[in-house]
């Protein structure tokens, strides 16, 4: 949301683009790299665990280099680092969104990823 703020500030043409990226990148997330879990039906990632579920059947292979770069590292670092640029321009929102990703990110690693069993995961290690 911040960096759709920075970003709208700016363009709304822009603005309106990279909310879609970050909703085509939450879809990608949930269709490769979570499908691939077994646990999906006690995910504790609640919104991406209940998309995972209806947007691609269990896939009990295991994750490769390719399943870890295109279903999570690729649009999560389009969605973190895109709004950069604008986000320079105003400390207090650069600020807020590295503050912001970084309890996100803390609460998906100590607390969502450590509930799971899916030790396939490269997070649940």
């Not at 490769?64 to 680092?81: C, E, Q």
Request: with cysteine.
């Amino acid at each position: 949301v911040i960096g759709f703020i920075a970003i709208f500030q700016n363009s709304l043409l822009l603005s309106i683009g990279y909310a879609t990226l970050i909703l085509i990148s939450y879809f990608i997330i949930a269709a490769v790299y979570c499908s691939k879990c077994l646990c999906r039906d006690t995910c504790n990632h609640l919104f991406v665990g209940m998309l995972s579920k209806h947007l691609s059947r269990p896939n009990k292979s295991p994750y490769t280099k390719s399943d870890m770069f295109y279903g999570a590292a690729l649009p999560i670092g389009i969605t973190v680092f895109l709004p950069q640029f604008w986000l320079i321009k105003s400390p207090v929102l650069l600020f807020s969104f590295w503050v912001l990703l970084l309890i996100g990110a803390a609460e998906i690693i100590f607390f969502v990823c450590k509930g799971c069993n899916n030790r396939k995961c490269s997070m649940c290690r």
